[in-house]
């Protein structure tokens, strides 16, 4: 067996700076990208200055690496170099947008170039307008900026700082101003006093809570500037609590297959680290026993579904492989913890009585499913050795049909075990006996009705007799027939024809019945042997009746 690899060299040339030899190229900054108000001051910082001891603005001066801008708009796939202007200008590590404008929006590539060497990193920016920012309150100013997180104990006092004014003192040329409100007011009472830029609450109060903000003002070389940061402002305690599963809230499970068990917790903002974990009968799952059947879905990280002002909504599922009776007397129980205080659950289980689903529907479906509960395997209370004898006119149109149709589903997808004689196999001698024996060893005789069907000294007739005869003698056999075409009841033999009242007729209908789900198989389901399809093994079709004295041959779909 030869195998061939194929390896792919991709050599990564930049488009930026063609003049350069090379160029390292660090890809986007993994900070996330930077979002800015339109109309507002915004400015991108270039990441290669996030770690001053590997480049800052002094040690590339004295390398001579000259920073520059490229930006790539959204939906182009060429960057250019930034058009400085009056509004878009560089500023050491920044890049100035005073204002950002809607066509801002996009990648921006900050690179370091000198003679012998260049590094570049890109970076995303979105430029909002105020009505794609989500808002609590409409009287709320619109922040592009996710906000950030206070605690201020109960009763006690603390600073609010408005994020980025330094910022703007850096760039502004005249004075900065800061104006702050909460709940669309002005904070300004005995407890809450502006102090120059910042906010200083003096007694915490509930009212205080929420978010604040800041809405800076300034002005450089002629240019009004402003731009809207937000801080929420929570006090403790702040205890965790499961909204699921509910303190009365049933979860129901089906046996034998996986159960899901959820949980969701909802951890208010708080300083401080949380855990939400599954325990089965008080034990964390890294010290049950059987510890393979019990997983979580995300092993290391439960999934938060919501995050609103830092307040989380965080949900861990447990996995029960092959749910079983006695889980249901195990305990699962739901914990939560935060450095306030913790909360357990236990979730109620209870097995599922599964409905019909609308593919079964009515009839036969409902029967199918009622015989799956309370049905026996005849596997268990007989010794025979097939579910299916199958019994047809050989050389005959329904021979096709049973050969490929019928032994095909029965073996392969519904997991009977099926024997049929081959044609082949049949010499005259000890037939009889042999035709006897294996109909005997079957649980059912299925006959293939069609206008051949059973002629005189035919196998198909021997077959049919050792059938009405197992059946007649209670010898656990029962003859289905199934009609393939329709015939006249004229036609039948007359074994046939005196059975026919007690034997059930399933009849083919040609492309409306080659759905497994159609009536054909239910209706077949029904007068066959019980299996759970789900607990079949593929192997089960392969029994075939072999005998020593017959040549069998397999057929294969
Ligand atoms: C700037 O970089 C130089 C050389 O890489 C280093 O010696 C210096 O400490 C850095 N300065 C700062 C403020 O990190
Ligand atoms: C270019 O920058 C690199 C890396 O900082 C430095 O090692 C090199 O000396 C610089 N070359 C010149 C000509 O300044
Ligand atoms: C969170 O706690 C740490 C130390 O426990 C402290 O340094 C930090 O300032 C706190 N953050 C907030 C937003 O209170
Ligand atoms: C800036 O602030 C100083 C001191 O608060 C004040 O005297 C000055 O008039 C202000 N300048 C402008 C342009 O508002
Ligand atoms: C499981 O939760 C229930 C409350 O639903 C609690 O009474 C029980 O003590 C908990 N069990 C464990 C082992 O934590």
Not at 12 to 21: E, I, K, R, W
Not at 67 to 75: A, I, S
Not at 335 to 354: C, D
Not at 357 to 379: A, I, K, N, P, V
Request: net charge neutral; charged share 25%; with cysteine.
């Amino acid at each position: 067996v030869c195998v061939c690899v194929c390896v792919c060299v991709c050599v990564c040339v930049c488009g930026v700076g063609g003049g350069l030899p090379m160029c390292y190229d660090w890809g986007e900054a993994s900070e996330g990208g930077v979002s800015v108000l339109e109309g507002e001051a915004g400015w991108l910082f270039c990441p290669l200055f996030s770690h001053p001891s590997v480049y800052n603005y002094t040690s590339t001066r004295k390398d001579r690496l000259k920073p520059v801008w490229y930006h790539l708009p959204e939906g182009h796939d060429v960057e250019q170099p930034v058009q400085y202007s009056l509004r878009v200008s560089r500023d050491r590590e920044h890049l100035l947008l005073l204002p950002a404008a809607a066509a801002d929006t996009g990648q921006y590539i900050c690179m370091l170039s000198n003679q012998t060497f260049c590094i570049k990193i890109a970076i995303r920016l979105k430029v909002l307008r105020p009505d794609e920012v989500v808002r609590d309150e409409n009287c709320d100013p619109p922040v592009a900026v996710a906000p950030s997180q206070k605690i201020i104990p109960f009763q006690t006092g603390g600073l609010l700082d408005c994020p980025d004014v330094e910022e703007a003192r850096k760039m502004a040329t005249g004075n900065t101003t800061v104006t702050w409100t909460h709940k669309c007011t002005s904070p300004s009472n005995i407890h809450r006093q502006q102090r120059g830029a910042s906010l200083q609450i003096h007694v915490m109060l509930n009212t205080y809570q929420g978010p604040y903000f800041c809405s800076v003002n300034y002005e450089r070389e002629g240019l009004k500037l402003q731009f809207t940061r937000s801080v929420i402002v929570n006090f403790l305690p702040k205890l965790p609590s499961i909204h699921h599963p509910g303190k009365d809230q049933i979860t129901t499970v089906k046996r034998n297959s996986d159960a899901r068990l959820v949980c969701t917790a909802l951890f208010p903002y708080l300083n401080s680290s949380w855990d939400i974990w599954w325990t089965v009968d008080g034990k964390r799952l890294d010290k049950l026993f059987d510890q393979h059947r019990f997983s979580r879905t995300s092993r290391w990280r439960e999934e938060t579904l919501k995050n609103e002002h830092g307040d989380r909504t965080v949900e861990s599922v447990l996995l029960v492989q092959d749910f079983q009776s006695q889980d249901l007397k195990r305990e699962f129980n739901c914990s939560v913890r935060n450095a306030r205080g913790f909360e357990t659950r236990r979730a109620q289980l209870e097995e599922e009585v599964s409905l019909p689903s609308l593919e079964l529907g009515c009839g036969l479906g409902l029967l199918l499913l009622y015989r799956s509960w309370f049905g026996t395997d005849e596997r268990h209370t007989d010794d025979k050795e097939y579910d299916v004898y199958i019994s047809y006119a050989r050389n005959s149109e329904e021979e096709h049909f049973v050969l490929f149709t019928l032994r095909g589903v029965l073996e392969n997808e519904l997991g009977f075990s099926v024997c049929i004689f081959d044609r082949d196999s049949l010499p005259g001698g000890t037939i009889t006996d042999e035709t006897l024996s294996f109909v005997a060893r079957s649980r059912r005789l299925l006959v293939v009705v069609s206008p051949g069907y059973a002629s005189r000294g035919s196998q198909a007739l021997l077959e049919l007799q050792a059938g009405i005869d197992g059946m007649a003698l209670g010898g656990h056999l029962r003859v289905i027939l199934v009609q393939y075409k329709p015939i006249q009841r004229q036609c039948w033999v007359r074994e046939l024809r005196r059975a026919r009242v007690a034997l059930v007729l399933v009849r083919w209908q040609g492309d409306k019945s080659r759905e497994l789900t159609s009536r054909f198989w239910k209706r077949l389901r029904v007068e066959l042997p019980l299996r759970r399809v789900s607990m079949l093994s593929r192997e089960k079709g392969s029994a075939l009746c072999h005998d020593s004295s017959f040549v069998f041959l397999q057929y294969f779909i």
